[in-house]
């Protein structure tokens, strides 16, 4: 017997990168096109991040009259929300875009748990300029 998880991605991302709001009418036929046959009031559609991982989702968001322009500072896996805005406006080109995920990506693959004491890291191999790099 196999088990399949089903993976729903909800409304996670607290910052998303607008690619246009359902209420865009003069170029509906286009949007719609795109696979996204919802055209109701109040939705826009965007990339975000799943949870605080590089995972991005391109889904609708409700809501859009609370929607905010992000005016602060990328940091961590956010920074390739910046990348996939400027690639959507034509400020980067796609190969841009993809070497900035794999760095980002491989940014947060190297990310070491910080819950092991000294200790327990010196115990492991760790030198202290290791741990130090971890700090």
């Not at 036929?29 to 965007?46: I, P, Q, T, W």
């Amino acid at each position: 017997m196999k088990i399949h998880q089903r993976v729903i991605y909800g409304d996670d991302g607290d910052i998303f990168v607008l690619d246009y709001l359902s209420t865009w009418h003069e170029n509906i036929k286009e949007f719609l096109a795109r696979g996204n046959h919802d055209s109701s009031d109040m939705v826009g559609y965007g990339y975000y991040l799943y949870e605080n991982t590089p995972k991005i989702v391109y889904d609708n968001k409700w809501d859009y009259d609370n929607f905010e322009y992000y005016e602060g500072e990328f940091i961590d896996n956010n920074r390739i929300l910046k990348a996939i805005s400027s690639y959507l406006k034509d400020e980067i080109d796609i190969e841009l875009l993809i070497n900035s995920y794999d760095f980002f990506k491989s940014e947060y693959e190297k990310k070491f748990p910080d819950f092991y004491e000294y200790e327990t890291l010196k115990k492991a191999g760790f030198s202290d300029k290791d741990i130090k790099k971890l700090s």
